[in-house]
Structure formats: C-alpha cells, structure tokens
C-alpha cells in the first residue's frame, strides 16, 4: 500500500511540473515576443523577460544577448528529488521558449542568501563574455557570481547620469563593476572617482574601461570602505557636480568595519555625500530594498525628488524594483551638517 500511495504521489508531482512548465513556457514565450520588438527599437540587447508574473512560478528570466539568466526565488515545498525534476522542467521550459539551447540558459537560486551573498564567488573559471547598451560594452558573467556585472534594473539610471555628466567631476560610490562611471566616462565627465569595497569588482570595472577605450588616468578607481571614505572626505577640498550613491540593502564584509544597513545609515551618507557636491550638483541615490522608508524630515533641509517613474525600464514589471531620488543641496534654506555615522 505504502508502495502505491509513494507511486501515486509522484505522478500527481510529475504531471504537475509538466503542467506548470507548460504554463512557464507560453508565458516566457508570449513575454519575450512582445519585448523582442520593444527591444530591437530601443536598440536593447540586455532585459527582463519574466518577473515573477505567475506567483506559483517565482523566476525572473533576463535576456544577456543570446544567453539567458534564470534566478528562482522561492523554494517549493516537496520533497528535495521532486524539487530537483520540478526545477529542471522550468530550466528547460525557459530555454524552449526563448529557443535557446540549455547550456546558454544559467539557473541560480536565490532563496536563502546571506545579506552578503550577492558579492560572493560561485564557481572557479571566467565565463566572461561582452554585451552592449546605450553604445556601450560590459563584461558579464552569469556563471561565476550571483549577479552578473551589470544591474538592468539600473539601464535607465546609468542613462541618466551619461546625460548629467557632461564637463563634471563624478563620484560613483558602491561602485561595482563601474558601469555608470563608464557611462559618466565616455559622455565627457571632466573625471571619474568609483569607490568600492571589493577588488574584485574594481579590477572587473577596470576592465570595462579598458573595453571602452577609456583613460584609467583620468577614472580613478579606490579600494574603500565607502562609509570610511565619506568620512576622510571631510577634511578634502574635493568637491564633485554629480555623485552616485548606490549601496547594497545591507553588506558585512571582512573587510569593513561594523555592518551597513541602507535604511538605518541612509540619512548619514546622503548627508556626506551632499557635503562633497561642489554648488549647484547633483547627488542620484538608489535602493533595491523593497521594505526602504526615506527619513525625508531629517532631510528636509534638501531638495529631494523621487525620479523612479523614470529610472526603473519598461521591462520590468515590478516598478518597486528599486527606488531613485535626485538630490540637491536647497541653496536657499542653508544645509544641516553632514550628521555622524551609527557606531557599527
């Protein structure tokens, strides 16, 4: 008997996951035939397809030229071998939708990982390739990291500052793999400063540079605790017309001191990146973190305009993605002080 019921429940899991796969593959399918024109127009090659749009099917599916990246964010509760099948229906499902053989279609999970995990090296080997946007090139990886080098939520941010930059000293701070300092760079910045923690992504950020035919004498990349960096910053005559300000949800690496935490830290490196803007410039702040509440009385002494209508892309379905403010200085009601940072 016990025998018969474990038979029988494995064909119910079995017909299921082939029910859903199906289900995964029309919308995948359906999704990417609409976004495959939008995106020969806009002249995109790198986007979203699926976001979690079936709440049973919680996948986000982004196109990286003629690759695809396939992120599953819950885990399915079942047993760990149907888990698996179930998981590989959906890998393959993806891949017969976009008519990609599978080994160009890379399965992660993302369910369960630590604050820090998304810096953290998944596998050994380069599986480095090129891909283009806005008439730029970045290197991407979808293999060796959990995220790829280059944020598409972001497309239309790194836009904006290509605009913004023109005869202006940049400030890119958590700035991975320097893709808005390239943007900044090659749309005639006076000069570029990234500032990151890790490097490994500076040297990748390097990379892009040299990828772009961009002098690395006048983009200067420092390896540094972007809190700790604000804070020398103080006693600098330095000042920049644009800064970029995109810190990671919460981060405790190694290397730095206490934890960083975007909504308890964010009033005090808003205000030490306002402290840097040379008159009249711009601050771009940003968070992915879908629970962040903006302290706007303790910054109400600035002018703070929340741009994220136009900073998150059409592709995306999920318009809380991230969210973007443009900050300045109010020049006519005068600038509180920097603040101090929490002790960490």
Request: proline share 3%; net charge positive; charged share 30%.
């Amino acid at each position: 008997m016990d025998s018969l019921q474990n038979n029988t429940s494995a064909t119910r899991v079995r017909d299921q996951a082939v029910e859903q796969a199906e289900m995964f593959a029309n919308r995948v399918s359906k999704n990417f035939k609409h976004l495959k024109k939008w995106a020969k127009r806009a002249g995109v090659e790198c986007f979203r397809i699926y976001d979690r749009d079936i709440p049973e099917l919680p996948f986000a599916v982004d196109l990286y030229a003629d690759r695809a990246h396939l992120q599953e964010y819950s885990k399915p509760v079942m047993e760990v071998r149907a888990q698996h099948r179930w998981l590989m229906a959906m890998h393959e499902a993806a891949a017969q939708a976009l008519n990609i053989p599978l080994e160009r279609v890379t399965l992660k999970q993302r369910h369960g990982q630590r604050p820090h995990d998304q810096y953290r090296k998944l596998a050994a080997g380069a599986q480095d390739f090129v891909v283009q946007e806005g008439g730029h090139r970045f290197i991407v990886n979808l293999t060796d990291h959990l995220d790829t080098g280059l944020f598409l939520d972001h497309r239309q941010t790194r836009a904006l500052v290509g605009m913004l930059a023109a005869g202006r000293r940049v400030l890119n701070l958590f700035c991975y793999t320097g893709s808005f300092s390239v943007y900044a760079a090659r749309n005639k910045a006076a000069s570029t400063t990234s500032v990151d923690l890790s490097k490994t992504y500076l040297d990748w950020a390097r990379r892009n540079f040299e990828l772009n035919g961009l002098d690395i004498g006048r983009n200067r990349l420092v390896q540094a605790d972007v809190v700790r960096f604000l804070e020398e910053e103080r006693s600098s005559k330095d000042r920049y017309e644009l800064i970029v300000l995109d810190p990671p949800s919460f981060s405790n690496s190694k290397r730095m001191q206490g934890v960083l935490d975007v909504q308890r830290d964010h009033v005090a490196l808003v205000r030490g990146c306002v402290s840097r803007l040379a008159p009249g410039g711009d601050l771009l702040f940003s968070t992915n973190l879908r629970s962040f509440r903006l302290d706007a009385d303790a910054l109400a002494d600035l002018s703070l305009i929340e741009i994220s209508g136009q900073t998150v892309p059409p592709d995306f379905r999920n318009r809380r993605i991230h969210r973007c403010w443009r900050i300045k200085r109010d020049e006519g009601r005068g600038t509180r002080g920097e603040g101090e940072f929490p002790k960490r």
